[in-house]
C-alpha cells in the first residue's frame, strides 16, 4: 500500500521540476536578452557619437605633406643648396606578403641594383609607423611606365614623386653647408628637445630627412617649413578613392650667405691636394666670406642614404675629409700669437714699441737655454723688428715679464679660448693655458702645477697653446676693429619664399674691447712690415695694396733639442704652416687665417695661399690652379730652425722654436 502511494505520487513530482527547469531557462533568456538590449543601447545610443567617431577615421586618413626644403644662397644669389623633383619606388611593408618576392619581380621591370637592396633594408630596420619606403630614386620615364602598366600586381608598391636636396656646386663649401640625410631615433629626440626649449610647435610627419651637420643642422626649422595634410577616403582595403579636405605645407624660407661663392672657389683651388683649413671674414661685421676644410667630400653622397662602399671610404680616410678643421681641429698658433702678444704687452703697460733688448739667439731661464730661430739672434730689438723678423727672444723675455694670468686675461678678451659663437655646431673652445686650466685638464696633483718654464713657451704661440683657424682671424679681427668684437656668422638673412619677407640677421658688436687707438694702429704697420721686408716678404712681393700678415710654424712633436730638417722627417710629423693676414692696412675689408697641416714654415705653405687669396679678394685677378710653394732659405728670417718642448725640458737641454 505504501509503495502504491509512491507511484502514485512520482509524476507530480517529475512535473514540478520540469516547470522549475523551465523556469530557470526563462530567467537565463531573459537575462541574457537583458544584456544583449543593455549592451546594443550603450553601443548605439550612448556610445553612438564615438563609434561613428571611429568608423569615420577608418573611412578617412589624414595623410601628412612634407614642406619642400629652403633653399640656400650666397651672398651674389649663386644657389648652394636646392631642391628638385624625381620618382622613387616605394614599398610599404605593412601591406606586402612578401618583400623578398615582391622585390624579385619588380627587378623584372625596374633596375634594382643590390645597393638599392641594402639601403632599403637599412631603413627598414629605422622605419616607424608603417612609412612607406624607397627602394630606388630617381626613376627614367621608362621605369615608371613599366611599373604603372603593372601596378595592379603589387599591393603596397607606389611610385612617388619625390623632391630631392642637391647641392650643385658639389663638394663647394661642403663643410659650412653639411648636408641631409634620413632621420634617426637620435634627431627625432633632438626634435623634442628643441621643441621644448623653444616653445615651438615641429610637426615631422611625413618628412623622412634633417638636416645633420653644418647650416644644414644649424637652420633646420627655419629651412623644414610647415607639414601639410590631406584628409583622404579610403576603401576596405586601404586604398585612397578621393581627397576631402587639403591644408597647404607651407615651404621652409631661404637663406641668404655671406659667402662669396668664386672667393670660396679660388680659396679650395689655391689648397689643391693639401690638407688645412682657411677662413676669410670682414673685421667690419663679423661676415665669413670664404671657410675652407681642406680636403672636403659632397654632400650629395648622403641625400639618399650613402652607399656602405662612400661611407667607408670617407670615414676610413687618413685625411679625414668629414672633419671640419676650419672650427674644430685646434693647433698650437706658432708665431702667429706674437702680434696678440705685442698687443698685450702695450695694453697691459708692460713694453711701449720703442723698449728694445739685445738678443744673443737664446733666452736663459734657470739653468735651461731657449733657443732662439736665428742662430746668433737678431741683434738689437724693439717690439715692430720683433714682429717683422718674427724674434722668439723677444718674446720670452715678454712672456717671463707678463706672466701666464696677465696673457690669459687679454688673450680671453680676443676670443681665444673659447668658441666664436658662429652659426654652426661642432666648434672647438681650443685651449687657452691658464694655471686654472691646468688645474682641471690633470688630475694627478704634481701634473697640475704650473710651472714658470711653461710660460716661456706659451709667448711664441707653443707649449698648450691650441687654437682654431676661426679663432686666429677672429682673434685678429678684434683687435683691426679697435676692440669691436662681432660674432663671426655665415647667414646674412632668411627670406620667406611665399610672402617674400626678409629678415635680416643682427650685425652689432656683441662687447668692446678698451684697446688705445695708437696700439692698434702701431700694430696695423709692424704687421705691413712682414708682408714688405719681413718673414713673408717673398710671398707677397710685387703686390699693388698694401696688407699685413705674420707667418707662423706650429710644431707636431717635440724635437729635443735638435735642428729641424723636413726632409728627415715623415710627412705627417712636419710642422704646421701658418699665416695671418688683412687687407688693405689702412681700412681693413678681409682678414684671413691660413693653417696648411705639415706644410712646414709659414712662409712656404700659407703664405702663397693668402697672397692668392687677397689678390683675388683685392683685384679680381688670380692664378689657376694651387698655390705654389716658396723655397726657404737656410738661414735668415725665412729658415726653418729647430723646436721647442710643449713643456719645460730637463736642464741644460737646448730647445728651439720656429717663426
Not at 121 to 141: A, G, K, Y
Not at 196 to 202: M, N, P
Not at 265 to 279: D, H, I, P, W, Y
Amino acid at each position: 500500500m505504501n509503495g502504491m502511494n509512491h507511484d502514485f505520487h512520482r509524476p507530480d513530482l517529475e512535473l514540478q521540476r520540469f516547470r522549475r527547469r523551465v523556469r530557470l531557462m526563462a530567467a537565463c533568456v531573459l537575462l541574457a536578452l537583458t544584456a544583449l538590449f543593455a549592451r546594443l543601447f550603450h553601443l548605439q545610443v550612448t556610445q553612438e557619437e564615438y563609434y561613428a567617431t571611429r568608423a569615420e577615421s577608418n573611412r578617412i586618413s589624414l595623410v601628412p605633406i612634407a614642406p619642400t626644403r629652403g633653399n640656400i644662397e650666397d651672398r651674389n644669389g649663386i644657389v648652394l643648396a636646392r631642391n628638385h623633383s624625381a620618382f622613387t619606388l616605394e614599398i610599404t611593408p605593412s601591406k606586402t606578403m612578401n618583400l623578398d618576392q615582391t622585390i624579385a619581380e619588380l627587378s623584372e621591370f625596374v633596375t634594382i641594383e643590390a645597393k638599392d637592396i641594402k639601403r632599403f633594408r637599412r631603413f627598414l630596420e629605422e622605419s616607424r609607423n608603417f612609412e612607406s619606403i624607397p627602394l630606388r630614386t630617381r626613376l627614367t620615364d621608362a621605369e615608371v611606365a613599366r611599373f604603372t602598366a603593372r601596378r595592379y600586381r603589387f599591393p603596397g608598391v607606389e611610385v612617388k614623386a619625390r623632391l630631392f636636396r642637391q647641392y650643385p656646386q658639389g663638394a663647394l663649401a661642403a663643410h659650412a653647408l653639411g648636408y641631409i640625410s634620413r632621420i634617426n631615433d637620435d634627431d627625432l629626440k633632438w626634435i623634442e628637445a628643441e621643441a621644448e626649449k623653444t616653445e615651438r610647435r615641429l610637426v615631422y610627419k611625413g618628412t623622412s630627412l634633417i638636416g645633420k651637420t653644418g647650416l644644414e643642422k644649424r637652420y633646420e626649422f627655419d629651412l623644414h617649413g610647415t607639414t601639410g595634410h590631406e584628409q583622404v577616403e579610403v576603401d576596405h582595403q586601404g586604398r585612397a578613392v578621393r581627397v576631402l579636405a587639403r591644408s597647404a605645407p607651407v615651404p621652409g624660407s631661404d637663406l641668404a650667405l655671406t659667402l662669396d661663392v668664386p672667393l670660396q672657389k679660388m680659396a679650395e683651388v689655391t689648397f689643391g691636394q693639401r690638407r688645412g683649413s682657411l677662413v676669410a671674414l670682414d673685421p667690419r661685421n663679423g661676415a665669413i666670406l670664404a671657410l675652407v676644410s681642406s680636403p672636403a667630400f659632397d654632400p650629395n653622397l648622403f641625400v639618399d642614404g650613402i652607399r656602405f662602399e662612400d661611407w667607408d671610404a670617407l670615414n676610413n680616410n687618413p685625411d679625414r675629409p668629414m672633419l671640419n678643421r676650419a672650427i674644430y681641429s685646434a693647433y698650437p698658433p706658432g708665431s702667429t700669437f706674437k702680434p696678440l702678444m705685442a698687443m698685450a704687452a702695450l695694453a697691459e703697460g708692460k713694453r711701449t714699441p720703442e723698449q728694445t733688448i739685445a738678443d744673443p739667439g737664446y733666452f736663459f731661464f734657470g739653468n735651461h737655454r731657449f733657443m732662439d730661430d736665428k742662430i746668433g739672434g737678431h741683434g738689437i730689438v724693439d717690439m715692430r723688428k720683433s714682429i717683422v723678423a718674427s724674434c722668439n727672444t723677444y718674446y720670452y723675455h715678454l712672456a717671463n715679464d707678463m706672466g701666464i694670468e696677465s696673457i690669459a686675461r687679454f688673450m680671453a678678451s680676443l676670443g681665444l679660448g673659447t668658441p666664436t659663437g658662429i652659426d654652426i655646431p661642432g666648434e672647438s673652445a681650443g685651449v687657452l693655458p691658464s694655471p686654472e686650466w691646468k688645474q682641471k685638464r690633470f688630475r694627478k696633483p704634481e701634473q697640475q702645477k704650473w710651472f714658470p718654464g711653461e710660460t716661456i713657451s706659451v709667448g711664441i704661440g707653443q707649449g698648450y697653446n691650441a687654437y682654431t683657424t676661426l679663432q686666429m682671424a677672429h682673434a685678429l679681427a678684434n683687435i683691426l676693429n679697435h676692440g669691436q668684437v662681432f660674432r663671426p656668422h655665415l647667414v646674412a638673412a632668411i627670406r620667406n619664399p611665399e610672402t617674400r619677407e626678409v629678415r635680416q640677421l643682427e650685425t652689432q658688436p656683441v662687447r668692446v674691447i678698451p684697446l688705445d687707438p695708437k696700439h692698434v694702429e702701431f700694430i696695423k704697420r709692424a704687421m705691413e712690415g712682414v708682408n714688405r721686408e719681413g718673414t713673408a716678404a717673398r710671398a707677397f712681393r710685387g703686390a699693388t695694396y698694401s696688407s699685413g700678415g705674420k707667418t707662423g710654424t706650429a710644431q707636431v712633436f717635440s724635437l729635443r733639442g735638435q735642428r729641424y730638417a723636413a726632409g728627415r722627417i715623415r710627412e705627417r710629423l712636419r710642422d704646421h704652416s701658418w699665416f695671418i693676414a688683412f687687407a688693405p692696412v689702412e681700412e681693413p675689408r678681409i682678414v684671413l687665417a691660413v693653417m696648411v697641416e705639415n706644410g712646414g714654415f709659414g712662409a712656404v705653405s700659407a703664405a702663397p695661399i693668402a697672397r692668392q687669396i687677397l689678390d683675388f679678394h683685392l683685384e679680381g685677378k688670380g692664378k689657376e690652379g694651387p698655390a705654389p710653394e716658396i723655397d726657404a732659405p737656410e738661414d735668415g728670417p725665412d729658415a726653418i730652425p729647430a723646436a721647442i718642448p710643449a713643456a719645460l725640458p730637463a736642464p741644460a737641454e737646448d730647445a728651439h722654436a720656429r717663426p
